[in-house]
């Protein structure tokens, strides 16, 4: 906590004490009469609002002004992908995705991490999809662009027509409400880039503004124990200055180095936010805005690397965690956010006494969850949507699935479907978690259990049938019904080729995805939903 009364103390223009010729005066002084008290009282309260402007701000008067707002990161292209909308696999009502970044081959393009156009994401990530049923189920997600591997779209494309129009389209097809830009590495110092960043940002938020759309706008920088570094104080100052309306600033509280080999991870996070407290305090003070205790902490946000961090020595705990949820809730903190929600489980194996660095684990012992479940339970935004094991879609029995604009198979009662299957039933779009059959995708499990499909998000009505995808090539003799085929004939059906695993005659080569194991006819095509196997 920051010590309130060193901060508070009045820095006069001169002290008595140092001088050497002071001496003290004479007593008895002269006593004030009523109208002169009232004209030095009124001297010294307008000295007062100049001489201690800087730290009249810092008064905590009224107490927290926020409710601490959970929105863990989800690393949007980090294989298995996570299921973000599925609350089974996501305890948070908000997520923020990382990341956007610069396009490789086209500087001023948007891409999901330089592996996915924004369209790819959505067909090979099913990501507006899955978007989508996270908004229907109460839940939202912050966009979060740069990061720390690839290039920020303002540091890569230096035309600021197409950078701006590249924030544009991005806050448009996703209807973003928070933009989170997270700046790392060289891109925290790089000057050109920063303006390039702030005329953009500015200008799609005040358009944004105008359409009745407000958009909420967070800076995640590094930090030290004492607070923000200069270069990061000064690329907020620019934003501010920019004319930039920033909801806050999101600090990562984590990867410290500082030495130590045994290092207090609350303890350093904590003197690292209140000195971020201390700069932004001065910051907004010197730019005209007088701001109270809890209103600067309402502006400042946490993200620590839960588990693991990338120095050796460094470990988030759960118990760090849940201080880290004490302090945001004493101090009205903005924002809580961790690195990442796809690391939020045990690494499997024995790691005794070993350092692990993983994507999808943590490295320190924990349940599967663990962290996302302390920081969930922040009062900001209460949990919405369907319970921990199903999602409440309205009027979903009532839809009537049509092969035609369903983009992957409809549910089958009968078929069997390996982990991963994705399937339409009742105008939704569900995933296999495991291999099952006869257990409808809709249907709330029973008290204890976990469904064995994750749900993905509604069928879009401008959608089509998927498209099989042929595997080999050179097929042209057709299937007819009087013919004796031996195992290894190969047939076109329906345009499709298949393979005979046995002797057959008369028997059709199915059309009804996925096709059973059983069917005499093995397909040689790979159909949208189905899981390739390596």
């Known amino acids: 906590m920051t010590d309130r009364a ?43 609002v100049g001489g201690t402007l800087e730290v009249m701000h810092l008064r905590n008067t009224s107490g927290p002004t926020a409710k601490s707002w959970a929105v863990p990161y989800v690393d949007v292209t980090l294989t298995p992908t996570f299921q973000f909308q599925d609350p089974t696999a996501n305890p948070a009502n908000d997520v923020a995705l990382g990341f956007v970044v610069a396009d490789p081959q086209s500087p001023c393009t948007p891409s999901w991490g330089g592996a996915y156009t924004l369209d790819g994401a959505a067909s090979s990530l099913e990501l507006d999809r899955r978007i989508n049923q996270l908004r229907q189920a109460g839940g939202d997600i912050t966009l979060s662009l740069g990061g720390l591997a690839n290039k920020e779209l303002a540091v890569a494309c230096t035309d600021q027509d197409r950078l701006t129009g590249a924030y544009r389209q991005l806050i448009k ?34 358009e944004r503004e105008k359409d009745g759309k407000p958009l909420a706008v967070w ?67 010197r730019l005209g805005q007088k701001l109270t205790s809890p209103q600067v902490w309402s502006r400042i946000g946490a993200t620590p690397m839960i588990g693991q961090n990338d120095v050796d020595t460094e470990r988030f705990t759960l118990d760090d965690a849940a201080g880290l949820a004490r302090f945001a809730v004493d101090n009205g903190l903005g924002r809580v956010s961790m690195w990442s929600i796809n690391r939020d489980a045990p690494c499997r194996g024995t790691f005794a006494n070993v350092v692990v660095h993983s994507n999808t684990c943590s490295g320190v012992d924990q349940d599967a969850l663990a962290f996302s479940k302390v920081f969930a339970g922040l009062p900001g935004k209460a949990a919405t949507g369907g319970s921990a094991d199903s999602v409440e879609i309205p009027d979903q029995a009532a839809t009537v ?41 809709s249907a709330a499990p029973a ?58 005659k008369g028997e059709t080569p199915s ?9 005499p006819w093995k397909p040689l095509f790979n159909v949208p939903g189905e899981p390739v196997m390596n």
Request: hydrophobic share 40%.
């Open 6 to 48: 060193t901060h508070v103390a009045v820095r006069p223009e001169y002290d008595p004490l140092a001088d050497p010729n002071w001496q003290e005066p004479e007593q008895p002084r002269s006593r004030l009469s009523w109208p002169r008290l009232g004209i030095l009282v009124l001297v010294l309260a307008l000295a007062g």
């Open 173 to 206: 097809r996703y209807d973003v409400n928070t933009l989170d830009l997270d700046i790392e590495g060289t891109a925290v110092a790089d000057q050109a880039s920063l303006r390039r960043r702030v005329t953009a940002v500015a200008t799609v938020q005040k």
């Open 219 to 285: 800076l995640t920088l590094p930090v030290t124990p004492n607070g923000l570094t200069d270069d990061g104080v000064a690329l907020v100052r620019g934003m501010l200055e920019g004319d930039v309306a920033l909801r806050g600033v999101n600090v990562m509280t984590m990867d410290y180095n500082n030495g130590d080999k045994n290092p207090d991870m609350l303890a350093l996070s904590t003197s690292a936010l209140n000195g971020t407290h201390k700069q932004l305090s001065d910051l907004y003070l």
């Open 401 to 441: 699935d049509d092969p035609k604009t369903s983009p992957y198979p409809i549910w089958r009662l009968t078929a069997m479907y390996v982990g991963g299957y994705k399937v339409v039933w009742h105008g939704v779009v569900y995933e296999a978690k495991w291999a099952n059959s006869g257990l409808d995708p």
């Open 447 to 504: 008290a204890g259990t976990q469904s064995a499909w994750s749900v993905i998000g509604p069928v879009s009505p401008v959608e089509k049938a998927p498209r099989p995808v042929p595997t080999v090539t050179g097929v042209k003799r057709i299937w007819a019904p009087g013919i004796l085929y031996q195992r290894g004939a190969r047939v076109m059906s329906n345009g499709l080729p298949y393979e005979a695993r046995w002797t057959t």
């Open 511 to 519: 059309t009804e995805f996925p096709i059973d194991a059983d069917d």
